[in-house]
């Protein structure tokens, strides 16, 4: 089974072999893996994207209505926040599909056929190396952030609560730490859902800031990328 802190991110896998699909989703969800979403073909792809907002695709080379490669690109234009790791599934003697997929920026390739545990393996790589486990106490301008006793601790020692939604949203930032994460992903992080929320975060984000913030109407830690969503400037 995959460590604890894997178990959480969310798999597209695209593949127009329903077989081959089934098989990759039945895989990771037997080593522990509970957010996987599927697509047969770049449509559905890009529909499936919009629901999910997937933190690793797995994409086939050969699709019914293109390649793995122009999805790609499209997918990537769709992440507005953290750049989206893509593994391809590729023909063992495609030499050529191997070399562009690295030119496209692909984090790694699973060459047809391949075991189960070379593909799990694979997937555990590639999420530690762009998810990288973060610390639960981070140092910020005007406090440390506890983010497992749910606390900001002030230089004085005052240890100020945080809510349940607080610490979700502070959790997502955490994980992108100094990298801008889109609201439409904040929101869907602390209510599963990026639709009609966005006030909701904008006053979350405001009691935050008078928590974490030594004058929350100058934020030196949680700020605003306009248009885009907010940063979580971590030191050292």
Same mark, same amino acid.
């Given at each position: ?15 127009? &072999? ?32 919009? &629901? ?26 769709? #992440? ?108 869907? $992080? ?19 800031? &008078?928590?974490? &913030? ?6 030196? #830690?949680?700020?605003? $990328? ?11």
């Amino acid at each position: 089974m995959v460590e604890n802190s894997l178990r959480d991110k969310r798999i597209l896998v695209v593949d127009d &072999e329903p077989q081959l699909r089934h098989m990759i989703v039945d895989v990771l969800r037997a080593e522990g893996f509970c957010a996987i979403s599927q697509a047969g073909s770049v449509m559905e792809a890009l529909a499936v994207f919009r &629901e999910t907002n997937p933190q690793l695709a797995l994409l086939d080379v050969m699709l019914p209505d293109g390649d793995g490669f122009t999805l790609c690109e499209y997918l990537r234009s769709l #992440s507005a926040g953290a750049p989206l790791p893509v593994m391809f599934l590729t023909a063992k003697n495609e030499t050529e599909d191997r070399l562009a997929g690295l030119r496209t920026g692909a984090d790694d390739y699973i060459p047809k056929p391949f075991s189960p545990q070379e593909l799990v393996l694979r997937v555990c790589a590639v999420l530690r190396r762009c998810y990288p486990a973060q610390p639960d106490t981070l140092q910020l301008a005007a406090c440390t952030l506890d983010l497992s006793n749910a606390e900001a601790i002030r230089p004085n020692g005052e240890r100020v609560s945080l809510t349940v939604k607080e610490r979700d949203i502070l959790t997502a930032l955490a994980r992108n730490a100094n990298r801008i994460v889109t609201s439409e992903a904040l929101c869907d $992080a602390a209510w599963g859902d990026s639709f009609g929320y966005g006030q909701s975060l904008m006053t979350h984000v405001r009691r935050i800031r &008078e928590k974490i &913030e030594a004058d929350p109407s100058h934020p030196a #830690s949680l700020v605003t $990328a306009k248009g885009l969503g907010y940063k979580l400037v971590v030191r050292g």
